[in-house]
T-cell receptor
Framework: KQEVTQIPAALSVPEGENLVLNCSFT??????LQWFRQDPGKGLTSLLL?????REQTSGRLNASLDKSSGRSTLYIAASQPGDSATYLC?????????FGAGTRLTVKP | GAVVSQHPSRVICKSGTSVKIECRSL??????MFWYRQFPKQSLMLMAT?????????EQGVEKDKFLINHASLTLSTLTVTSAHPEDSSFYIC?????????????FGNGTRLTVT
C-alpha cells in the first residue's frame, strides 16, 4: 500500500521568507501527485497537479516538483504571506485511489 | 471547472441514529467516487472507493455494514453512517474523477462535519 510522508509536520516562518515543503512516497508507480491547501475546519483547495510524466508545475508564487524515481516531491512557496497560513497536503494518485500525507501546518507571521 | 457538491455541510445527530451524506458531480459524470474521513489534526484517510453500479471497495478496517455506500448513478454517491456513535464524529469528504483512469485529477466536495451526541 502506498505510504505518503510529509516533512516537516509544522513550520513557522516570518513573512517574506521562501520555504520548501517536502513529500515522499514509497511506491513510485504513480499516475500523478497533487498538492492541496486546507484551512481549519474547511475542505480542500487544489493548488497544483503534476502528472507522472512531468517534472514540475508552477502557479504564481507556488512551484511543485516531482522526482518519481526517488519518490519525492517538493512544494516551494516564494515570498510567503500571512494568508498562506494553512495545512498543506500532498496526495499521490494511483490508478484507482489517492493517498494523502499527514500534512504540513504552516504559519506565516506578519 | 469540475464541481463536486457535498450535502449537508454540517450535521448533528443523536447516538444510534443514521445519517446520509450526498456527493454529487455537478457538471461531469463520475464513474468513480472516493470517500475520506478526517479526524481533528489528522490527514485524510481513504474509507472506500465507489464505482457506479457496483459494490464499493472498502479499505481495511472500515466496517462496510456501518458505512453504507451507494453509487446508483454517474453523478451521485451516498454515504450512510448507520447507528452512529460519538466516535464516528469526524469530517467526511467525497471526491470524484472527471474521467476514468489514474491520470484524471480528483475533485473534492467541501466536506461534511458530523457530530454525534
Amino acid at each position: 500500500k502506498q505510504e505518503v510522508t510529509q516533512i516537516p509536520a509544522a513550520l513557522s516562518v516570518p513573512e517574506g521568507e521562501n520555504l520548501v515543503l517536502n513529500c515522499s512516497f514509497t511506491d513510485s508507480a504513480i499516475y500523478n501527485l497533487q498538492w492541496f491547501r486546507q484551512d481549519p475546519g474547511k475542505g480542500l483547495t487544489s493548488l497544483l497537479l503534476i502528472q507522472s510524466s512531468q517534472r514540475e508545475q508552477t502557479s504564481g508564487r507556488l512551484n511543485a516538483s516531482l522526482d518519481k524515481s526517488s519518490g519525492r516531491s517538493t512544494l516551494y512557496i516564494a515570498a510567503s504571506q500571512p494568508g498562506d497560513s494553512a495545512t498543506y497536503l500532498c496526495a499521490v494518485g494511483g490508478n484507482n485511489d489517492m493517498r494523502f500525507g499527514a500534512g504540513t501546518r504552516l504559519t506565516v507571521k506578519p | 471547472g469540475a464541481v463536486v457538491s457535498q450535502h449537508p455541510s454540517r450535521v448533528i445527530c443523536k447516538s444510534g441514529t443514521s445519517v446520509k451524506i450526498e456527493c454529487r458531480s455537478l457538471d461531469f459524470q463520475a464513474t468513480t467516487m472516493f470517500w475520506y474521513r478526517q479526524f481533528p489534526k489528522q490527514s485524510l484517510m481513504l474509507m472506500a472507493t465507489s464505482n457506479e453500479g457496483s459494490k464499493a471497495t472498502y479499505e481495511q478496517g472500515v466496517e462496510k455494514d456501518k458505512f453504507l455506500i451507494n453509487h446508483a448513478s454517474l453523478t451521485l454517491s451516498t454515504l450512510t453512517v448507520t447507528s452512529a456513535h460519538p466516535e464516528d464524529s469526524s469530517f467526511y469528504i467525497c471526491s470524484a474523477r472527471e474521467a476514468p483512469g489514474g491520470y484524471s485529477p480528483l475533485h473534492f466536495g467541501n466536506g461534511t462535519r458530523l457530530t454525534v451526541t
